[in-house]
Nanobody
Framework: QVQLAESGGGLVQAGGSLRLTCEAS?????????IGWFRQAPGKEREFVAA????????PYADSVKGRFTISRDNVKSMVFLQMDNLKPEDTAVYYC???????????????WGQGTQVTVSS
């Protein structure tokens, strides 16, 4: 089992930046998990943002965030980061960190979920 905790969300103006952190704890081997970031805006379905495999060699992104968001991980610290630059009002959502044994862009792929962190981008 692995527990995930997201942090780093907040209120930022359009064009600004935030860095989200997903910290893992528990008995699972963090370095063996793929990690995905998903987000959910009010009234909308949860959507894929970015993911990273255990070795950081595979990092798919949603088209809507390509060139603006960067995912990375530190297996020693059991953390995954999502650097979000040039934020837009449409990025406003709760952002969730997920861990699983396979890399994918569907949240059903993942086995463990965090509680989420709110990101609000004002225009």
């Amino acid at each position: 089992q692995v527990q995930l905790a997201e942090s780093g969300g907040g209120l930022v103006q359009a064009g600004g930046s935030l860095r989200l952190t997903c910290e893992a704890s528990g008995s699972g081997s963090f370095s063996s998990y793929a990690i995905g970031w998903f987000r959910q805006a009010p009234g909308k379905e949860r959507e894929f943002v970015a993911a990273i495999n255990w070795s950081s060699r595979d990092m798919p992104y949603a088209d809507s965030v390509k060139g603006r968001f960067t995912i990375s991980r530190d297996n020693v610290k059991s953390m995954v980061f999502l650097q979000m630059d040039n934020l837009k009002p449409e990025d406003t959502a709760v952002y969730y960190c997920n861990a699983g044994y396979q890399l994918g862009d569907n949240y059903y792929t993942y086995n463990f979920w965090g509680q989420g962190t709110q990101v609000t981008v004002s225009s």
